[in-house]
């Protein structure tokens, strides 16, 4: 009987164990100076953190300081790294400004799915890529 208890508790705990990975967060802080898009949602300037869903992988939910702004967002997994600590990635066409990925150094990057305001504005003119570095 006892060696049914103990195989019991392992198997218990290795179904938990198995579970970690999948419930592990991302959440990456950073500031700017400029409005932006993220997905179909306009952000105004300031800090913002962006932080994986834990029960679903591919969402992201990006959220003011302040709390007055909030938008989840559909992710990708992406093969672009930093070349150091973790950025948050901008695309600007004209003089509007797109949340496009966070590289990080780890190899788990991420590309967030472009909004409508951005596939047009990609149909007009070429992304002039830069970063933020997060905090």
């Not at 959220?63 to 992710?75: A, K």
């Not at 790294?81 to 797109?98: A, C, D, H, Q, V």
């Not at 190899?107 to 967030?112: A, E, K, R, T």
């Amino acid at each position: 009987m006892r060696k049914t208890g103990i195989l019991t508790v392992f198997i218990g705990v290795m179904a938990l164990l198995s579970g970690l990975p999948a419930s592990a967060q991302s959440t990456y802080a950073f500031k700017t100076s400029t409005g932006f898009y993220a997905g179909n949602a306009k952000m105004p300037p300031g800090d913002y953190t962006l932080r994986q869903v834990q029960s679903e992988g591919g969402v992201f939910s990006l959220d003011n300081s302040s709390g007055s702004h909030s938008v989840m967002l559909e992710t990708r997994p992406s093969s672009k790294t930093s070349k150091g600590n973790p950025e948050i990635l901008f695309n600007r066409y004209g003089t509007t400004e797109y949340l496009e990925a966070v590289e990080t150094s780890t190899g788990n990057s991420i590309d967030i799915e472009p909004g409508v305001a951005e596939k047009m504005a990609a149909k007009k003119t070429s992304a002039q890529p830069h970063t933020v570095p997060t905090k």
